[in-house]
Every structure is written in structure tokens, then in C-alpha cells.
């Protein structure tokens, strides 16, 4: 759901999810000068609850000594920024929130203006879409105060709930729906380990149902084929187990539920059936309640369950391609499934075109490393926001130089890219240590998600979601699966506010980690990003068009103030139209996507030959 207000000249732009309420900020000229900060008093309506929402900075001169994981008002400590999300927002609930800016002294602070925006968030049930994202950051401040740091497994069934936060209760549910004969459940996972799930799975078979799950039995040094079968050996469910062994890497993860034989929904997503699948590192399961997807997915398992061969001369990439292709366009209010392994990179460079083609914003999420695409793609010299979410900058060989490629797109004043990372056991004097995993031994620490958002703003978004990790290996060697989505902004919002909530998140913790890295005599504290500022120059970088640390595109992107994030954009390249009008050229610097021929785009991506990039609303 979103909403936009303007109100005594502030500007509020709400973003609703399900988990997630984005608000993007924007002021009046006139009411800069003088401003502390914003403060957000949030009522919600459903609980009858008022209150004014929390931060960890204080200004020094009122509060110097704030004790470890200690929170402050925002009436009396507000916000400095202009995009602020609440993180503890719950599903299906009405809520209003009233933001102040404050003035004058930090000791005695003054209402001067305010706005209020009422939204109610998305539910996660008796919906088409239900999109579950786990915490997805056990290195929070939350967990320390609540868990004390301790491994859940040294904690018990409150630490589980709260990291799963309705993932794990969202994969449960779907299975207890095959609630007796004629129901099935058609599964593919690469890793399939935890007990709560294979023993869910037993249940449903013992109900009646007809169950099987095709799961990674490839030997390899590195693959989950013996901890697979150990799991599946201990439950006792090999009898509904197929192992996957002709492959090279079975990187799927889904579940189909069918009656009498009919697919009726599909669970897909990110998530390995692990520990640290479900509770460690980001992740997301996506529910869809559409027959011809779900149809789609089971055609799949049905040819996974043969064990298909993928080396030639098998005709497995070809089949691939065949029931999958590259649409020719992407129809609006539609959705595409894209399967793998495939002969040619064509699905990797279609997902590159749609993000060349994003004109607003573009937000994705990279567990290994950025392929050189998208590289390409995140440096043009435009005024298109993209931000980026990665486990690390680099994969595979050349570590150095794939550092620095990132490193230079974080210098661009559109781009905003942030890395995984946590405050260590020895970090600030009011931080508390960060638990750094789940379990002992881990591959992913912080971000295992793979997702594209184009446009996700606008009124014609495109989602991109599944288990493909944006790679040549992960469309030509493994078996995967992703989602594509455009025109849904329901689904667009719930990916939007939970991208945002993990990047700032994980943002901070990045500029931490680099200035230890380049300041090893340094401790945490000389970071001094303790407190807050005191003087009102503390909103120069996000209205300075020059700032390089994304702030200013951040504002206008997140605020919505689409008129003059337009004529600014007008101005900056040279264009005398809005973006939409045929005869202007291609938007990003002259250069059209690197896999289509100029101004074909949109015949590609809408099947309107008469436009040369996307509209936006």
C-alpha cells in the first residue's frame, strides 16, 4: 500500500509491506534552516496503541553517556534523515504516523510543523501473493538485548521463533494444507535438512497425501548430498525421497500442492530447508495461489524426478528452454517462470535489460559476488537510484580487482551498495556485541537472497525473485528456478520495505567494518557516529545534487517527489520531454541495452513497439 501527503510543507511518501512501513521524507526550503531532526509518533489503530517510535543516537549535550543497547524517544531525539522505516509494524494493521519536525535547542526542542499519513499493512493470509522473510540479520542489536547473544540453539524455542519470524510458520502452513487423500505435495530442494520440515512433510504422507521430494544427492566436496541423506535417514522419510544425482548443482527450492492430481499453489523462494536457512542468514518464501504457475513448477519436478542428465548430448537445457523461454515481452499484470540449467545466457541477459531499463529506481540482492552485467548496468552515469545489497563484493578468482569494481560504484552519487557485516564483540561503548551465526560452520553469513526490483515505486513495477543467484553458472549449469512479476505493487512493496530494512541494516555495518579496515590503530569509537548533530547542516548532502553518498537521489526517490526528481533529471541530460514521449532517446546516456537493439526495449519488455523505455506512472 502506498500513500503520499503533503502537509505544512513536509512531505511524507509511506511505503506499506507486511513487516515493513517505509516512510520517505521531504521539507520545504523554508522550513530547513533550524531543523534537529524529525520524530514519528506512531498510532496504530487496530491495538489502540500510541507512541512515539525509537532510535539508539542521543545529542551529546543531553544524553553523553547512553547505556549499551539503550533507545531514546524521537521526540526528544529525532531523526536526521529523510527516509526512516518501522521495523516492527505488523501484518493486516491500520496505522497513522504523525511526523514532527523539530527545532531549536537539543534541551528544549520545539513542534513547528507536521504531517500525518494513515496506511494499513499488507496480510499474509487468504492472498495471491504471501511473501514470508525471515529476520534475516542475527547480527542485531534486538537479538543481543533479548537472547543475550547466545546461539538459539543454547536458547530454545523463543530465539527460532523470533529469527524466523513467520518463515518457517509460513513453509508449515502450506504443508498441513495437503490435509488428507487426494492432496499431494510435489517438492524440490537442494538443501533438506530440517527436522520440523521433513517431519511435516512425513505427516501430510501419513495423512493420506501423496508426497515426494526430489533433493541433491550429488557427490562433491562442497554440495549437501551426505547431511541431505543423514536428515533423511533419521526421519525415516526415504520412502518419499528421490535423489537428484546426474546434475551438476540442484540449486531448486520448491514446493507444489496439488488435488486429484490438479496443481493449486507454489511455494518458491531462496530458503534451504537448514538452520541457517531458515533462521541465519536473509531469506524469503513466496507463496502463489495461480493454478498455471503452480502447473509450471510441477512440469519441472516431473522432469527432476527422472534425474535428468545435464551434460550433452542430453536434451535437458534445451527442454529447459522450451517450457520456459524468454518471453518475447513481458505482458503487463503478468507473471513468467524461468527455468535452468539452459544452453545460453539469454535469461541472464534478459534480467540485465530489465535492469538497464529501470528509470527510477533498481534494488537487487547478490549472495556471491556481482556479475559484470549488472556491474555495468550499476555504473552509468545517470540519475536512476540503484542500490545493492551484497553478501560480499567478489567471487570465484580475482578477489582484488571484483573489490574495487565495487568499491568505484559506491562512489557514484546514484548508487548505494551495502555489504554484510555486524558490530563485534568489542564494538561501540552503547552497542552490544553482535552474534556473528546461527550455527558453527556456515557458507552464508549475512545475505542468501536473490531478487531484482525495477521501478518497484512506480505503478508498473517488476519484480524478479526465486533461488538463481544473477550468474552465467546459476543459468547454464545449475538447476534453478526464478519468478517474474510485473504490475504487482502489492507484491513490489512487501520486497521493497524488506530490501530497505536488511540494507540499512547491513549498511552501517559495512562503514564500520571499512573504517577498522583502513584505521587498524583505530578502535570502533573513533567511528563517532555515537550522536546525533547539533547544528541543522546536517541536511546539506541529501539536497546538494552533487553529494556522492546517494543521499540526494535517496530523497527525491523516496519521497516521491517525482516532478522534480524529473525536471532535474531533465535538465542533467539534456532532455526537453518527460520519459515516456517516443521521440526522446534512450534515457541512460545514449547508450540502449547491451543485448537489444536501439529502441527495442519495450517491444521486449511490454510488446509496445511505439515507446523506447518503460513508463512509469
Known amino acids: 500500500m502506498r500513500v503520499r501527503v503533503e502537509q505544512n510543507g513536509i512531505v511524507v511518501n509511506a511505503i506499506a509491506g507486511c513487516h515493513v512501513v517505509t516512510l520517505g521524507l521531504d521539507i520545504a526550503h523554508a522550513l530547513r534552516q533550524g531543523l534537529r531532526g524529525f520524530a514519528v509518533r506512531r498510532t496504530d489503530r487496530t491495538e489502540g496503541e500510541i507512541y512515539w517510535m525509537k532510535g539508539t543516537k542521543t545529542f551529546e549535550s543531553v544524553e553523553p553517556y547512553p547505556a549499551p543497547g539503550e533507545q531514546f524517544s524521537s521526540r526528544y531525539h529525532p531523526f536526521q534523515t529523510f527516509q526512516w522505516a518501522d521495523y516492527s509494524a505488523k501484518p493486516d494493521h491500520n496505522y497513522d504516523y504523525e511526523v514532527v519536525a523539530l527545532y531549536g535547542a537539543p534541551n528544549a526542542l520545539e513542534v513547528r510543523a507536521s504531517a500525518t499519513v494513515s496506511v494499513k499493512t499488507e496480510p499474509i493470509v487468504e492472498v ?56 499431494g505435495l510435489k517438492g524440490v530442494f537442494y538443501e533438506f535438512q530440517w527436522p520440523t520440515v521433513l517431519e511435516g512433510l512425513a505427516a501430510a504422507k501419513e495423512r493420506g497425501a501423496d508426497v515426494s521430494i526430489v533433493f541433491d544427492d550429488i557427490e562433491s566436496e562442497t554440495g549437501p548430498w551426505e547431511k541431505n541423506e543423514n536428515a533423511i535417514q533419521a526421519t525415516g522419510i526415504s520412502y518419499i ?8 548443482l540442484m540449486h531448486n527450492k520448491f514446493l507444489v500442492l496439488t488435488r486429484d492430481g490438479q496443481p493449486l499453489a507454489l511455494l518458491t523462494g531462496s530458503t534451504n530447508i537448514t538452520e541457517n536457512g531458515i533462521f541465519g542468514h536473509a531469506n524469503c518464501v513466496h507463496i502463489v495461489e495461480d493454478t498455471e504457475v503452480a502447473a509450471r513448477y510441477l512440469t519441472y519436478y516431473e522432469k527432476l524426478a527422472t534425474d535428468p542428465e545435464t551434460k550433452a548430448p542430453s536434451t535437458y537445457k534445451e527442454w529447459t528452454e522450451q517450457q520456459t523461454p524468454v518471453p518475447g515481452f513481458l505482458a503487463p499484470h503478468s507473471m513468467s517462470a524461468i527455468f535452468s540449467p539452459r ?20 534494488f537487487m540482492t547478490f549472495a556471491f559476488g556481482m556479475n559484470t552485467r549488472f556491474r555495468d548496468v550499476f555504473a552509468l552515469r545517470d540519475n536512476v537510484l540503484r ?3 551484497m553478501e560480499k563484493e567478489w567471487n570465484g578468482r580475482n578477489k582484488e ?25 568489542s564494538g561501540f561503548d552503547q552497542w552490544l556485541g553482535e552474534l556473528e551465526r546461527v550455527t558453527k560452520t556456515v557458507n552464508i553469513h549475512w545475505v542468501h537472497t536473490k531478487f531484482l526490483l525495477a521501478d518497484p515505486l512506480s505503478d508498473d513495477p517488476i519484480v524478479i525473485t526465486g533461488s538463481a543467484n544473477f550468474s552465467e553458472t546459476s543459468t547454464t549449469t545449475n538447476d534453478e528456478n526464478m519468478l517474474v512479476i510485473r504490475g504487482d505493487t502489492r507484491v513490489a512493496d512487501i520486497y521493497f520495505g524488506e530490501f530497505m530494512r536488511l540494507h540499512s541494516h547491513y549498511a552501517f555495518r559495512q562503514a564500520v567494518a571499512i573504517f577498522m579496515a583502513k584505521n587498524p590503530d583505530k578502535s570502533p569509537e573513533d567511528f563517532n557516529v555515537r550522536f546525533l548533530v547539533e ?14 553518498t546517494g543521499r540526494y537521489a535517496r530523497r527525491l526517490y523516496f519521497s516521491g517527489t517525482k516532478n522534480g526528481a524529473l525536471a532535474e533529471r ?29 529502441g527495442e526495449p519495450l517491444a521486449r519488455l511490454t510488446g509496445d513497439p511505439s515507446v523506447r523505455f518503460p513508463k512509469k506512472s
Open 535 to 548: 547544528k541543522d547542516d546536517w541536511t546539506r548532502d541529501y539536497f546538494d545534487p552533487n553529494d556522492p
Open 241 to 248: 525421497c528421490i535423489p537428484r544425482r546426474n546434475g551438476k
Open 128 to 183: 495471491k501473493h504471501a511473501v514470508l522473510f525471515n529476520r534475516g540479520a542475527v547480527a542485531t542489536q534486538e537479538y543481543a538485548r533479548r537472547f543475550l547473544n547466545k546461539r538459539p540453539e543454547n536458547v530454545g524455542p523463543g530465539a527460532y521463533q523470533w529469527l524466523s519470524r513467520g518463515l518457517l510458520e509460513g513453509i508449515a502452513g502450506f504443508i498441513n494444507r495437503a490435509k488428507g487423500p487426494g492432496f
Open 570 to 598: 531533465r535538465t542533467a541530460g539534456g532532455l526537453s520531454t518527460l520519459p515516456g514521449d517516443p521521440s526522446v532517446p534512450y534515457p541512460h546516456g545514449g547508450f540502449p541495452p547491451a543485448h537489444l537493439g536501439y
Open 387 to 389: 542500490m545493492a545489497l
Open 343 to 362: 544452453s545460453q545466457l539469454d535469461a541472464l541477459d534478459w534480467y540485465a535489460d530489465i535492469a538497464r531499463a529501470a528509470h527510477g529506481g533498481l
Open 401 to 425: 580487482p571484483q573489490i574495487a569494481a565495487i568499491r568505484a560504484l559506491q562512489r557514484l552519487p546514484n548508487v548505494v551498495i551495502a555489504i554484510g557485516n555486524r558490530i563485534p564483540l
